[in-house]
């Protein structure tokens, strides 16, 4: 279904991953009072599993790098269409699949198949509701896009084993050229309504773009980035010099006479917009009348919280955490007042690596080191562990300038790859040592790695439900794992818990900040200015995260709004059992249901509590 497939439908770039909005509780458990109910119920659960299995399997076909993300290889040499001739075939599926998931009687499911079609069915409806926004919505950014995808979808996503492979990474390097000029027919779809990027964002993009199409052979110089992975995975294979010679020709052929003309066309593209380019950094210059920015909060937040109320949010949660970092202060005997402090850890350089190649490593090092001390302690707190492997990486230096902070990349189900914790090194004076605990909990485990990892090896769950792309729980979940970590015991050093509160502070600040820009129509320097007054972090960090929150409307206020729900769905676990409550039940029970709107998974919880209740 679409929840799934859009958020890989631009090589994960410009297309969002479908939610669900508050107020839609789960359906009541049905009475299973005899066998031949339960005869009844298993009939029906087929013929729905069926519809899931299908659909699935249809899009998979329609969206072969999706599939090639989750390990499926059918169709290895190809992209994802995203031509609006495919965007309209789309929209009429998820109409019929809308009729085709009502027909289902609720009654004769299972209470995970009843949670299963209201996510299915909301998720399309959900969809359908943003539709009108399609044009508002970015193609791409400097943070990611068609433009940086390829070159990473190649390197991370598409492994060579054999000689097939070889050559379907060589047919998608061929195939780069029709799936550019649909990402240029999509910028000139809003070129026609003035759905324009901000002005700055151009030359980040066309840098970028640049970078991937410099170098050899595309000219003299290093390989470029592409042919140099290619040229890598082949000589792996150990194959025969003519058959490796062959591979490589035609490698070479497909970047000179495809790729690079594709990536001229595009640059070409955004070098005339740019000319007309807005100055304003805030969506309500996309749609006067906020909607627009309501629905992304909706989105991402899965809840009707207002820009208002999330901006007032926002304001008190700074407050309250400034009020915990003097204590800290306090631990480490510092005399002044709180920005101050602020200015002293921004200028402190024993709290940073050098900003060279051995602070990178040594930051990669300690990095793994946090990861390794707490998967020791995962089994006290969860009942259920993934499988599959996480690595560190380093962020490629052919996007590290544009790209975020820190991120993850999920393993395919069938845990041909692993999860991987991605750190951005271009700047260590933005990565300082105080925060490697909390990002690598974030991001590793009991973050992002433990919670979508689970989630992928998920047995009993639909497949489509594997993938959903709710950001208030899987955001959520990330910054309440760092704060989680606290009670596990880390964070003994004192500058250490200085960096939780400090990335605590920087999600309550981006609640601010977001819904400033895009609903108080702040401009980007008022809201730096605003991060730069209220949390320690580098001038750098700030000006590239208000960049990405102009970039990526209300993504951001999910964090710190989840992460309040989830502790308060425990605190209110925890009141309701009494010495009955056991963390790791609770947190098998958030995540045991796959990725799910933050009302369902207090439905999730509470029906959890009743359960233990009555067993007593």
């Known amino acids: 279904m679409r929840i799934a497939r859009v958020f890989l439908a631009l090589a994960v770039t410009w297309a969002m991953a479908m939610t669900l909005g508050c107020g839609d509780a789960a359906p009541p458990i049905p009475s299973l009072s005899n066998a031949s109910e339960v005869a009844v119920i298993s009939q029906e659960q087929q013929?729905?599993?069926?519809?899931?299995?299908?659909?699935?399997?249809?899009?998979?076909?329609?969206?072969?790098?999706?599939?090639?993300?989750?390990?499926?290889?059918?169709?290895?040499?190809?992209?994802?269409?995203v031509s609006q001739a495919f965007v309209e075939e789309t929209r009429r599926i998820d109409a019929a699949r809308l009729e085709a998931i009502a027909d289902f009687d609720s009654g004769q499911l299972s209470e995970a198949r009843r949670l299963s079609q209201t996510l299915y069915r909301k998720g399309l409806e959900r969809s359908q509701a943003l539709e009108q926004y399609q044009l508002q919505r970015y193609v791409m950014h400097q943070h990611r896009g068609p433009h940086t995808s390829v070159p990473s979808s190649l390197i991370n996503i598409h492994q060579i084993s054999d000689v097939a492979d070889a050559e379907a990474y060589i047919g998608r390097l061929r195939n780069v050229s029709d799936y550019f000029d649909q990402v240029i027919e999509q910028l000139n779809l809003r070129a026609e309504q003035n759905f324009l990027l901000v002005d700055w964002m151009y030359p980040r993009i066309i840098e970028s773009a640049q970078n991937v199409v410099t170098g050899a052979p595309f000219g003299d110089g290093n390989d470029s980035v592409i042919w140099s992975d290619f040229k890598s995975k082949v000589a792996a294979l150990s194959l025969e010099q003519t058959e490796e010679a062959r591979l490589l020709k035609g490698?070479?052929?497909?970047?000179?006479?495809?790729?690079?003309?594709?990536?001229?066309?595009?640059?070409?593209?955004?070098?005339?917009?740019?000319?007309?380019?807005?100055?304003?950094?805030?969506?309500?210059?996309?749609?006067?009348?906020?909607?627009?920015?309501?629905?992304?909060?909706?989105?991402?937040?899965?809840?009707?919280?207002?820009?208002?109320?999330?901006?007032?949010?926002?304001?008190?949660?700074?407050?309250?955490?400034?009020?915990?970092?003097?204590?800290?202060?306090?631990?480490?005997?510092?005399?002044?007042?709180?920005?101050?402090?602020?200015?002293?850890?921004?200028?402190?350089?024993?709290l940073r690596f050098t900003n060279d190649d051995a602070g990178r490593e040594a930051y990669l090092a300690e990095a793994g080191a946090a990861i390794e001390a707490m998967r020791a302690k995962l089994p006290e707190y969860f009942g259920r562990l993934p499988q599959a492997e996480l690595i560190i990486k380093r962020?490629?230096?052919?996007?590290?300038?544009?790209?975020?902070?820190?991120?993850?990349?999920?393993?395919?189900?069938?845990?041909?790859?692993?999860?991987?914790?991605?750190?951005?090194?271009?700047?260590?004076?933005?990565?300082?040592?105080?925060?490697?605990?909390?990002?690598?909990?974030?991001?590793?485990?009991?973050?992002?790695?433990?919670?979508?990892?689970?989630?992928?090896?998920?047995?009993?769950?639909?497949?489509?439900?594997?993938?959903?792309?709710?950001?208030?729980?899987s955001e959520g979940w990330g910054l309440y794992s760092e704060y989680l970590a606290k009670e596990m015991g880390f964070y003994e050093d004192p500058y250490s818990e200085f960096g939780r509160l400090a990335m605590e502070l920087w999600r309550a600040a981006r609640l601010v900040v977001d819904t400033g820009i895009h609903a108080l129509r702040w401009d980007r320097e008022q809201a730096i200015q605003y991060l730069l007054d209220k949390t320690p972090n580098a001038e750098s960090d700030c000006t590239k995260a208000i960049e990405r929150y102009i970039a990526m409307p209300g993504q951001a206020t999910a964090y710190?709004?989840?992460?309040?729900?989830?502790?308060?769905?425990?605190?209110?676990?925890?009141?309701a059992l009494g010495e009955q409550f056991d963390m790791r039940e609770f947190h098998d029970t958030v995540l045991g249901s796959g990725p799910v709107p933050l009302n369902i998974l207090e439905d999730n919880v509470l029906a959890m509590i009743a359960a233990k209740q009555t067993r007593g």
């Open 47 to 81: 013929r729905l599993d069926r519809f899931f299995a299908d659909s699935h399997a249809q899009d998979m076909q329609r969206y072969p790098f999706t599939a090639s993300y989750l390990g499926i290889k059918d169709q290895q040499d190809q992209w994802n269409n």
């Open 251 to 350: 490698a070479e052929v497909a970047l000179v006479e495809q790729v690079e003309p594709a990536y001229q066309r595009l640059i070409a593209t955004l070098q005339a917009q740019s000319t007309a380019a807005h100055k304003h950094d805030g969506v309500w210059r996309l749609d006067e009348t906020g909607g627009f920015y309501q629905a992304l909060l909706q989105w991402y937040t899965t809840t009707d919280l207002s820009a208002e109320e999330i901006h007032q949010l926002g304001l008190e949660n700074v407050d309250r955490i400034h009020q915990e970092m003097r204590a800290v202060m306090a631990r480490v005997d510092f005399e002044g007042a709180l920005p101050d402090f602020f200015q002293s850890v921004r200028q402190n350089q024993a």
């Open 395 to 473: 962020v490629e230096p052919f996007r590290e300038r544009s790209a975020g902070k820190a991120f993850y990349q999920s393993p395919p189900p069938d845990g041909s790859r692993p999860g991987i914790y991605y750190a951005n090194l271009y700047d260590m004076n933005a990565m300082p040592k105080t925060d490697i605990q909390a990002l690598a909990f974030h991001e590793g485990v009991p973050g992002h790695h433990l919670q979508r990892a689970i989630t992928a090896e998920l047995d009993d769950i639909p497949e489509f439900q594997r993938y959903l792309g709710f950001t208030a729980f």
């Open 560 to 575: 710190m709004v989840g992460k309040i729900k989830i502790l308060a769905l425990r605190d209110m676990a925890q009141e």
